[in-house]
């Protein structure tokens, strides 16, 4: 699993959502609870760990995503070749 894209809080408390070139690669992951999810990320650019928290509905909307993605990139190969 790799983590495409992930929002960042600037000094103005803004949220920006950031698009790597590169994207991080899982390493790891963790049940906290009964309701939290984690996944530890390095990132390609320094090597440094990160963490990210997912509720199951953030994981739902996650894995939701992902098939969106592939099915859209599948469709896309038929279409070029």
Sequence with gaps: MRIHQW??????????E?????????????IIDDAMLYLTARRADDGALFRVFLTPD???????????QEET???LRE???
């Excluded at 950031?18 to 963790?30: D, F, K, M, S, Y």
């Excluded at 953030?58 to 969106?68: G, K």
Aim: proline share 5%; glycine share 10%.
């Design 73 to 75: 990139a599948a469709v």
């Design 58 to 68: 953030d994981l739902r909307r996650l894995v939701q995503r992902a098939m969106e």
């Design 18 to 30: 950031i698009l790597p070139e590169t994207a991080p690669t899982v390493v790891g992951h963790g």
């Design 7 to 16: 929002q960042l809080r600037g000094r103005d408390r803004a949220v920006k």
């Design 79 to 81: 279409i070029a070749g």
